[in-house]
């Protein structure tokens, strides 16, 4: 298995809005953000090593996709919040799916399960 992998955003047409760039979602020279996540020193076939790579991706996704110094500045809206999210959970789910390991694959879902919103018990009338 190769020991490092680079997570990227492909074909993300809000990257360059999130990132702060003036490219517009119409461009077709839209910017692939790439970082290199290493993992030669963990055993991904047990928990705690995929636990701490999907650490690490999700450090790489938040440093690509995070707002712009310029973003923080004049106030980031709804949609930039929204934008951000969705270019994180992109990031984080395209690089589970390069490594494909069983158990980060596993912690993966672990983690989209505990964000879900509680369901509500609504009592009929």
Not at 28 to 55: C, H, I, M
Request: aromatic fraction near 4%.
């Amino acid at each position: 298995m190769n020991q490092y992998l680079k997570v990227s955003l492909l074909a993300l047409a809000m990257a360059p809005t999130v990132v702060g760039m003036t490219a517009t979602a119409a461009d077709p020279d839209v910017t692939t953000l790439q970082s290199t996540v290493r993992f030669p020193d963990l055993n991904l076939r047990s928990r705690e090593g995929a636990t701490t790579l999907y650490k690490r991706i999700v450090h790489a996704a938040d440093a690509m996709c995070g707002p712009s110094q310029h973003m923080l500045t004049l106030g980031i809206t709804a949609t930039m919040a929204a934008q951000i999210h969705d270019c994180k959970l992109q990031a984080i789910g395209h690089a589970v799916d390069q490594v494909n390991a069983p158990m980060l694959t596993a912690v993966f879902n672990d983690r989209m399960h505990r964000k879900s919103e509680p369901t509500r018990l609504v009592r009929a009338n």
